[in-house]
């Protein structure tokens, strides 16, 4: 195969998976002291691009503020053509009727909502361990077709299923399994991507935050790059 063919299959590839998440919401967590604005803004306006609505969490120290990097990420989505906002996770709660998804994350959907019909990106500010219970919450109320954890050394190594090229994600229950050899420190995502598969969430999946290539290559290509899992 030559390179054009190459590059016409990945073309296709790709249009093909835009067109299964057109109009559907994938949630995508990232660590703030390892984002690069400039590459996740430019990987959000080519998702909004293609129909495909995108919810950030980024973690903070101290609840209601906001770090640089959430800053910088919401100046940089503006500069590129994107509409972005900071919104602070303890301001979404409340309940809502007719939401899917635990008690008390209504209100934030319903918030989400809007604000992505509105083509405007929401970058939500989480505070600590709450930001996993808050992912896998909020994946679950929005009927996401993804959530997408980005974690500073995460390895598909570190499990014996779910890596690069499966065709078909094992299921959170088999991922769940393997649960103790897994880093403590990365513990709390992991799990937080079972019970959200488990609940409802189409597909998660756990990637290496110093892959600036990973978000996109994981959405638009049947190989992916790292580790993934359905309910």
């Avoid at 093909?16 to 400039?38: E, M």
Wanted: aromatic share 4%; proline share 6%; glycine share 10%.
């Amino acid at each position: 195969m030559n390179d054009s063919q190459t590059s016409i299959g990945a073309i296709r590839e790709a249009l093909r998976f835009a067109q299964r998440f057109a109009g559907r919401t994938i949630v995508v967590v990232a660590p703030s002291d390892w984002i690069q604005p400039a590459v996740l803004a430019a990987d959000l306006l080519l998702l909004r691009t293609v129909g495909i609505r995108v919810v950030v969490l980024i973690d903070v120290r101290e609840s209601g503020v906001a770090t640089t990097t959430a800053t910088k990420l919401r100046e940089q989505s503006n500069l590129n053509g994107l509409r972005a906002v900071i919104v602070y996770a303890n301001e979404l709660e409340g309940p809502s009727e007719g939401r899917h998804g635990p008690e008390g994350v209504g209100g934030a959907a319903d918030t989400i909502d809007r604000l992505n019909g509105a083509d405007i990106t929401p970058i939500i500010c989480s505070a600590g361990e709450a930001l996993w219970g808050q992912a896998r919450d909020l994946a679950v109320a929005l009927s996401a077709a993804k959530l997408l954890v980005l974690l500073p050394r995460w390895d598909h190594t570190i499990l014996p299923i779910g890596g690069p090229g499966e065709s078909v994600p094992p299921r959170a229950g088999e991922i769940a399994a393997f649960l103790d050899q897994i880093p403590e420190g990365m513990r709390s995502a992991v799990r937080s991507c079972i019970d959200a598969a488990e609940s409802g969430v189409d597909e998660c999946h756990l990637l290496p935050a110093t892959d600036p290539d990973a978000l996109l290559l994981e959405v638009f290509t049947n190989s992916g790059v790292s580790t993934w899992m359905q309910g």
